[in-house]
């Protein structure tokens, strides 16, 4: 079975600050990998994706994840803060042998400082 | 850009009435998805529909629950005999076949009371 942790449910920076959010995943088989974020009463959207090859991938945003296979992390990290970034973001994974039904971690909100 | 829409945004009900929940994906995919979010909780995989049928379904979709594509634009969830604990956001996905990501709609906000 796949599974996502998501460490730290809330995550507070200053703006202009690094962000770095932590996902570590448990897949029996090659994972695809996903960032969405929520912004307030909205749906989610998609930030970026890991499929095959480059394991840096870059999203919207200025966001980008790296797939470590070794440590079966997907962090997302944004070198500088804005106030817009403040949301909720969630990891996630699927498989190829399935319908690609996304498997969510808990979900982190970021908090901006100005 | 095209993207999922979903109607209502706030569907308010009475324990033990049936709703519909409607999702027009967008136009050139052909996987659709049900997935679920009760306040506080992770969001949660409820179904997936390809050419015309269920093609998984979590422990979650039971008997109570069901899908389908009446025509060649809506998807729709139907929950009968409402429950407490069905009041949640619910949110429609789609994606093109062959490809692993989903693009999701704006979610209905269910309230059983």
């Known amino acids: 079975a796949q599974s996502v942790t998501q460490l730290g449910s809330h995550v507070s920076v200053s703006e202009g600050a690094l962000v770095l959010l932590r996902c570590n995943y448990s897949?029996?088989?090659?994972?695809?990998l996903f960032w969405y974020v929520q912004y307030p009463n909205q749906g989610l959207q998609l930030l970026l994706k890991?499929?095959?090859?480059?394991?840096l991938v870059k999203g919207i945003n200025g966001f980008e994840a790296e797939f470590k296979k070794s440590e079966t992390s997907f962090h997302l990290t944004k070198p500088s803060a804005h106030m817009s970034d403040a949301a909720e973001y969630f990891c996630a994974v699927t498989r190829m042998d399935s319908s690609y039904k996304l498997i969510f971690g808990s979900g982190t909100r970021l908090l901006v400082r100005p | 850009e095209p993207e999922v829409t979903q109607t209502p945004s706030h569907q308010v009900t009475q324990m033990g009435q049936e709703v519909i929940l409607r999702c027009v994906p967008i136009s050139n995919h052909l996987y659709f998805y049900w997935y679920r979010q009760i306040l506080g909780q992770k969001v949660e995989f409820l179904v997936s529909f390809y050419n015309n049928e269920i093609s998984e379904k979590s422990e979650i979709f039971d008997d109570q629950f069901s899908v389908e594509r009446p025509d060649g634009s809506n998807f729709t969830l139907k929950i009968r005999s409402t429950k407490l604990e069905d009041s949640a956001m619910y949110f429609c996905a789609s994606g093109l076949a062959g490809a692993p990501e989903q693009y999701f709609g704006p979610g209905t906000r269910l309230t059983v009371t």
């Open positions: 897949s029996s088989v090659p994972p695809y």
């Open positions: 890991y499929t095959t090859g480059a394991t």
